[in-house]
């Protein structure tokens, strides 16, 4: 069974950045769709970003297009979230995600444990 561990999460000010990194065990990460989902207190997990199992094809929510960047390393079988320009609406635990399908999105059915990203203003 896969197991995902997300890293680089912490504290930062508003407007700042961090990287996210979910390194993931395994052979089927290479061939997986993977995603980032986040979620603040009190409130349901939220889609943030895929990218296809190639990394050919990335897609974004609404609220983080043209500041987030997602990325992977295959041979690494590790995936990355570059957040910018950060706000503290965005405080929240961050998941890595394996086998997200994007239309309908779905969430896949591995989960990492999650890092917590604190803005703070």
């Known amino acids: 069974q896969v197991q995902l561990v997300e890293s680089g999460g912490g504290l930062v000010q508003a407007g700042g950045s961090l990287r996210l990194s979910c390194a993931a065990s395994g052979r089927t990460f290479s061939s997986s769709d993977m995603g980032w989902f986040r979620q603040a207190p009190g409130k349901d997990r939220e889609f943030v970003a895929a990218?296809?199992?190639?990394?050919?094809?990335?897609f974004y929510a609404d609220s983080v297009k043209g500041r987030f960047t997602i990325s992977r390393d295959n041979a690494k079988n590790t995936v990355y979230l570059q957040m910018n320009s950060l706000n503290t609406e965005e405080t929240a635990v961050y998941y890595c995600n394996l086998g997200v399908t994007i239309r309908p999105m779905k969430a896949g059915g591995s989960w990492g444990q999650g890092t917590q990203v604190a803005v703070s203003t």
């Open positions: 990218i296809s199992w190639s990394g050919g094809s990335t």
